[in-house]
């Protein structure tokens, strides 16, 4: 036995109200606590009277049943595992303060909410457990288990700027014609990218797809947005150079791109590329050199030292633990079809982003989806479990919601909602009533948060009803 983390907020909570969960999902619970402040479980919580709950995740936070995160002692971090302590927390709570009351399932409705990893987690505990959680949210929920998980990239393809699309495409695929094809020479082009110390040329590709991972971290909310995506897109489509140091590389910018088959490039393109490096350099190369470090040393995944320490304080250890073991989620360039540039080098392939699988846990061998995948995947559905969506969110390819999903309709039983031009679960961030303006939230998260209200009120008055023999 050993103790799950909680935090609750009874303020909202009148008689007969519901117990809303938000899933605390692969980080600290207390990253999720502004969700029961001013985020969609604070907005649910009020909507229906009921008591909202963040629950943390196993092994995340100081919810830890070992002494260490040895990988031995890491074999209890099992999806299945962690589902299971969820049914047992709902089956058993008592709130302090609340102890005249029984809120356990079966005679109080549970609601649950999760997003990302947190949010297909939901959607399982809605099937697994139909008995026991009345209705769930999967918000971004990643259902879907996929092994070598390249579609990752396409949402920022079909819906970031096209013309910064199209730089970094370029980019990669001069990269690659130099890893790949062979033609040019690897010294120059690591040398022309101010990178010619790294010793891997999959870790040099590596450093140069840093600029794709800010799309996820984009927000409506100015208090967690990162600005950072479009920073570099401004940057690497202005017709003029912007890092001024970069200027004496222009010549062999110009061969590389003659080499990959842009002969005669426009000094526009020839711009670009030299703005990507200086990007490149500005944000990571130099701050790693001028703190003393080798360039190995920053961004090097060859290091089988750096995997060895296991103590409580390694928490890096515990998603990939979960992506070796079930997830997947190897997110590359390898996977992209052959007729199609791709985002990010293909040299950041399967076997590259194994190396933390196999030298952190000596795990060898693919993980197993269909441990995951047995709940549904893409095909994943039930009474009273809902599907929400971003349209731009680069993890929608591995949801209910995928392009390559079977196409749904909305009903209030099973509700379907896309928020236009969002990204990785919009609808959970929220702001208090002296924040809101016309344009915050923006309308369509406000209109998908307005209607999930709707339809969980809608959920409990089936409650009600059905449980009429209870009260």
């Known amino acids: 036995m050993f103790d799950l983390r909680y935090w609750f907020d009874a303020s909202h909570y009148t008689s007969g109200g519901p117990v809303i969960i938000l899933a605390g999902g692969e980080t600290d619970g207390e990253d999720r606590l502004p969700y029961l402040q001013d985020g969609i479980l604070a907005q649910l919580a009020q909507a229906t009277n009921g008591v909202g709950v963040v629950l943390e995740h196993r092994y995340y936070g100081n919810s830890v049943p070992t002494p260490d995160l040895s990988t031995k002692n890491l074999r209890f971090l099992t999806t299945d595992q962690a589902l299971a302590d969820t049914a047992y927390f709902a089956q058993n709570v008592v709130f302090p303060g609340l102890e005249d009351h029984n809120l356990t399932a079966g005679t109080t409705p549970y609601i649950v909410y999760g997003g990302s990893y ?8 809605r099937t697994l457990y139909p008995g026991i959680f009345w209705g769930a949210i999967s918000s971004s929920g990643v259902t879907e288990a996929v092994y070598n998980f390249w579609q990752y990239y396409e949402p920022v393809r079909q819906f970031g700027p096209p013309d910064c699309i199209s730089v970094i495409q370029i980019v990669t695929n001069v990269v690659d014609s130099v890893l790949l094809n062979k033609t040019g020479s690897v010294a120059d082009l690591k040398a022309v990218f101010g990178m010619s110390n790294i010793t891997y040329n999959d870790d040099f590709a590596s450093v140069l797809s840093y600029p794709l991972e800010y799309w996820q971290d984009r927000n409506w909310d100015p208090a967690v947005n990162s600005p950072e995506f479009m920073t570099f897109c401004n940057k690497v489509t202005n017709t003029s150079l912007v890092y001024p140091s970069t200027s004496s590389r222009k010549s062999s910018v110009e061969s590389l791109l003659a080499l990959a088959g842009y002969k005669n490039a426009s000094s526009s393109l020839v711009t670009s590329m030299l703005n990507y490096i200086g990007f490149i350099d500005a944000s990571w190369v130099t701050p790693c050199t001028k703190g003393g470090e080798t360039l ?16 409580l304080s390694q928490t890096w250890r515990l998603w990939p633990y979960q992506y070796c073991t079930q997830w997947g989620y190897l997110i590359g360039g390898s996977g992209v079809p052959k007729n199609q540039l791709p985002l990010v080098s293909r040299t950041i392939d399967v076997e590259y982003n194994s190396i933390i699988c196999r030298d952190a846990f000596n795990i060898t061998t693919p993980p197993d989806t269909e441990a995951i995948n047995k709940y549904g995947g893409f095909d994943i559905k039930y009474p009273r479990l809902a599907l929400i969506g971003g349209q731009a969110d680069p993890w929608r390819p591995a949801t209910p919601l995928a392009d390559s999903a079977p196409n749904r309709t909305s009903t209030t039983s099973e509700p379907v909602i896309l928020i236009e031009g969002a990204v990785h679960h919009w609808d959970e961030n929220g702001l208090f009533p002296n924040e809101t303006t016309a344009t915050l939230p923006p309308p369509p998260v406000k209109k998908a948060q307005q209607q999930e209200a709707v339809f969980v009120k809608q959920w409990l008055e089936e409650w009600k009803s059905s449980h009429v023999s209870l009260r």
């Open 118 to 125: 947190a949010g297909g987690f939901v959607a399982f505990l």
């Open 296 to 311: 190995d040393e920053c961004f090097s995944t060859h290091n089988q030292s750096s995997y060895t320490p296991d103590s």
